[in-house]
């Protein structure tokens, strides 16, 4: 079943009700074995253009993942991408600063983990936590050694809103196309999966008090959701808002994303042009004749 991409990307300009926007649809898949099949396809597909993405040598591409706990990021990282060369793959996950990360500048701890070129960056968490987790709690944004009077300033979060698009549009300039993910789970079925994580031992790992705590913000954080990826959907990093109370839906619809960025980017093919030919037929002379 083709999967039209479009109807998950938020519009650029636009604000954002996530109540208008679907944690489940139809899935694009049959079966457990059609789901299977159409993932590997998927799969496959991405592995051939990241061999050629790494050959050719001139773009990057980072892609974001945001979303509450239980949404399926980690699940969706480790499906989407198991078939990638590791050589030219990154995951990066961002988690609390460090003492010598909050000494710099909001972006600065993502900027060292950029993918260079001919790679593919993953960002598990990123920078947009600094306009979600330090908006619901601003304890957070007292902690980071800011000066007094942007404490005190009501735009913060439109400055640093500003910011993002202008860093992004920077990167889209030079090369790195970002693909910006959020799962967006409802409220009940991250219950269903905390209390699965809580009867099975295997998932407990998975677990904490905290995780609870958090949900009492949850209204907090769909504002803060929404008001971030109103501002911060670009032409040149647009937001995918992804329905993922169906995690196997989620996993075809980001795969099948990822391949239409890939396919966007002009890199013709591994297929050398005629000078290369004569090169190589030149040295495959050489060395039959050792």
Not at 68 to 83: E, L, N, P, Q, R
Not at 250 to 273: A, H, N, Y
Request: hydrophobic share 35%.
């Amino acid at each position: 079943m083709k999967i039209d991409i479009d109807k998950f990307t938020v519009p650029v300009g636009k604000k954002v009700n996530l109540k208008h926007w679907p944690t489940r649809v139809k899935p694009f898949y049959g079966s457990e074995e059609d789901y299977q099949d159409s993932l590997h396809e998927h799969v496959r597909k991405l592995s051939a253009l990241q061999e050629l993405l790494f050959a050719h040598n001139r773009y990057a591409v980072l892609l974001i993942f945001q979303a509450m706990d239980a949404a399926g990021k980690d699940s969706a990282i480790k499906h989407v991408m198991t078939g990638i060369n590791p050589q030219g793959c990154e995951v990066s996950s961002f988690k609390q600063p460090s003492a010598a990360e909050l000494e710099h500048d909001f972006l600065w701890r993502t900027t060292c983990r950029l993918p260079e070129r001919g790679h593919i960056g993953i960002f598990n968490r990123s920078y947009y936590e600094e306009v979600l987790v330090a908006r619901v709690h601003p304890e957070i944004l007292r902690a980071q050694l800011l000066p007094e009077e942007l404490l005190e300033d009501k735009d913060i979060w439109k400055h640093r809103f500003q910011a993002i698009v202008n860093f992004e549009k920077m990167l889209h300039r030079n090369g790195t196309r970002v693909v910006k993910f959020f799962l967006h789970i409802s409220k009940g079925e991250q219950k269903r999966r905390f209390l699965r994580r809580i009867d099975e031992p295997e998932k407990n790992w998975k677990f904490s008090i905290a995780d609870i705590q958090e949900r009492k913000f949850w209204k907090h954080y769909m504002k803060a959701y929404e008001q971030c990826l109103s501002a911060t959907s670009t032409e040149e990093a647009p937001w995918h808002a992804i329905p993922s109370d169906d995690k196997p839906n989620g996993r075809l619809i980001i795969s099948e994303t990822v391949l239409r960025v890939l396919k966007s980017l002009k890199m013709g093919t591994l297929e050398p042009d005629e000078g290369r030919r004569r090169e190589l037929l030149k040295i495959r002379r050489l060395l039959v004749k050792e």
